[in-house]
């Protein structure tokens, strides 16, 4: 699945989230969207995602743009993965019900299949003694590791990921980045919105600098953090890096 | 927050406290009137009471069945319909919520039922009734609705749930966790209301209770299990919510 956006822009109301966002997504290597919140890195992602739709430019899978209806965007966003910075999870399910809520009803497979896929995602992430907590009952590093499993349990051609980190302590935040590796070295191709530049750094791939309601530098991970490629980069980096 | 469970034997005796409390000051009150009870000219009409608490109890069922779905209707035309739709549902809602139960019974029996030939009085209540309530149900499950938060609509959106799907999974069972307690005290609300159809001389419970007095000239023999007889319907109902409520819980 190839996707590109065409200068793509979002609006809301009067002010411009995003203009002229002109990329490729690179297939089975990582692309990073870094910069200062507000810049629009979650606005892009969703474009990206068909969970909104640009009102300029296009956003094109395999060459064809998305139509703004939503029945096609739901089969767009069904071969797609999406982890959000936090509410993920639906308070009335346990862990493994929220796992098997998309399989049962976007995937259609049966209840002993859908059950099966979640007790080895749970398995996978360390999650299986929770598998019968309510997300009230667990810690926000769990809810987010379930929230990972959930996105990867349909095996989803690329994985969304809009700071899934930003609401977490130190620690939890290791412990979902840990998992996070664990499912970037299966090959998949990660789209991750982040503030968490040491981890940004060890993943490579490509980063897109968005600052201002525009792409200000698209490259290589490694060249971004061996030299800040703009002033706007320079800064943004030295403010992350002095906390 | 749950509060600390206090000792049971604590809690019997608090409860004892209190009942002689509520107890002790109506005795007074009574004490003060200086009232000649007369229960046996009363209890002559007990099949005739009795028959008019199972009209209640009938009428207020039919009531609660036609008006939760009516209500469910008007609150989806508020929020998602085409725009006369939405305006047709708000100016309906807000004109029955506006306006006395009362000149509502009166208007829509004498003058829109005498239109459409309804002369039953039982069905002609019933109706008019549901409508009412439908209209206050219809408020309860439009704050349910936006009482869920949109990232959970954006979350269901994400993993490719339909709308229904995401209606029957998520907003339904979040909803009525929510909107349980208001739903409850709507229902004991309903059966209270539908004491006002006497007006149009329903034969339910409080039209039995009237005609009593007019017999007996009993006014607190009438009354008093008039009271009751709501009682036992309402209070079950809070008793059984409550331990619904409990049972959907998912957060502390």
Known sequence: ?243 | MKPLRPHPLLTALSLFLVLSLLGGFFAIAFQSLHWEWRWDAVWAYREKFFYGWCTTLLLGSATLLLSIPLGLVLAAGRIAGWLPIRQFCTLLVELIRGTPLLVQILVLFYIVGSALGLQNRLLAGTLILTLFEAAYFSEIFRGAWLSIPQSLITSSRAIGLTPACTFRHIITPLGLRNSLPALAGQTASLLKDSSLLSVIAVTEVTHVAQEINAFTYGTLESYLPLALAYLVLTAPLAFFTRRWEKSLAYAN
Do not use: C
């Open chain 1, 1 to 243: 699945m190839q996707i590109k956006s065409i200068q793509a822009g979002k609006r809301y109301g009067d002010l411009w989230a995003l203009r002229n966002i002109t990329l490729t997504l690179p297939l089975g290597s990582p692309l990073l969207l870094l910069g200062p919140s507000g810049g629009g890195k979650s606005t892009l992602l969703r474009l990206l995602a068909g969970l909104e739709i640009p009102d300029e430019g296009s956003i094109q899978v395999d060459g064809i743009p998305l139509p703004p209806n939503e029945t096609t965007l739901r089969e767009y966003r069904r071969r797609l993965g999406f982890v959000f910075q936090e509410g993920n999870l639906f308070p009335h399910l346990t862990a493994e019900e929220n796992i098997t809520l998309p399989l049962r009803h976007a995937h259609h497979q049966s209840a002993a299949e859908a059950k099966e896929r979640a007790q080895s995602l749970l398995t996978r992430f360390q999650l299986l003694p929770h598998a019968h907590k309510k997300p009230a009952e667990l810690s926000g590093g769990q809810k987010q590791r379930i929230a990972l499993a959930r996105a990867l349990g349909h095996q989803p051609e690329i994985l969304f990921l809009d700071e899934p980190t930003s609401a977490l302590d130190p620690e939890m935040t290791a412990e979902v980045l840990d998992a996070l590796s664990d499912v970037q070295r299966e090959g998949r191709t990660l789209i991750l919105a982040t503030h968490a530049t040491g981890f940004a750094r060890r993943t490579g791939g490509t980063v897109a600098f968005l600052r201002n309601h525009q792409l200000e530098w698209l490259g290589p991970t490694a060249e971004f953090f061996a030299q800040p490629p703009t002033p706007g980069a320079a800064g943004y980096l030295a403010r992350i890096l002095r906390d």
